[in-house]
């Protein structure tokens, strides 16, 4: 965790003094949310998985498609910087969607070294087959939750990312730029 993130979470959620403990001698309730972290990361990824596993695809593939269709015409190496991978693992990946025609990449018209992607009309086809699942499960969780819910969660998860390594992909939280 970050200076930044343990500073701020000292100061809005001072941890009680007297608190259950685990048998691994954490607090209960922080153990307990790292398993619903687990559970919900696991049902939140299962219907893309199915659908991408149809395709011979996996989660790289879909990280990939999100990202390139959240930021059309982004560089390989912006991509690169977001998914902290190899560029031999990204290369796999991208190899797999350019030849199925779910990516396009093109030369940049100023520098003709950087090659930028583009989901073509079947690559956006496949990310939003992927994301409607995923967009259903929020909504549903929503309904059933309190006015502001979204907000604090989008806040709590921006605590959980290690600043020093935080992209500026993640800047536009709240809105699509």
């Known amino acids: 965790m970050s200076q930044d993130n343990s500073e701020t979470l000292s100061k809005k959620h001072e941890t009680p003094q007297i608190a259950e403990m685990s048998s691994l001698g954490l607090p209960q309730e922080l153990v307990e949310a790292v398993e619903l972290m687990f559970f919900a990361y696991r049902d939140f990824v299962s219907d893309p998985d199915t659908i991408l596993e149809s395709h011979g695809f996996g ?36 190899k ?66 290690n600043m020093e390594t935080k992209i500026d992909f993640m800047d536009d939280i709240g809105g699509d730029k």
């Open 59 to 94: 989660r790289a593939h879909h990280r990939v498609l999100h990202f390139v269709g959240r930021r059309p015409g982004m560089s390989v190496s912006e991509l690169l910087h977001i998914l902290s991978i190899t560029k031999q693992s990204l290369s796999r990946v991208l």
């Open 96 to 161: 797999d969607l350019i030849e199925e025609k779910y990516i396009n990449q093109e030369t940049d018209e100023h520098d003709r070294r950087i090659k930028r992607l583009l989901l073509s009309p079947k690559g956006q086809k496949l990310h939003r087959n992927l994301i409607d699942p995923q967009i259903r499960r929020f909504q549903e969780s929503l309904a059933k939750s309190e006015i502001g819910t979204l907000e604090k969660w989008q806040e709590f998860m921006l605590h959980l990312i």
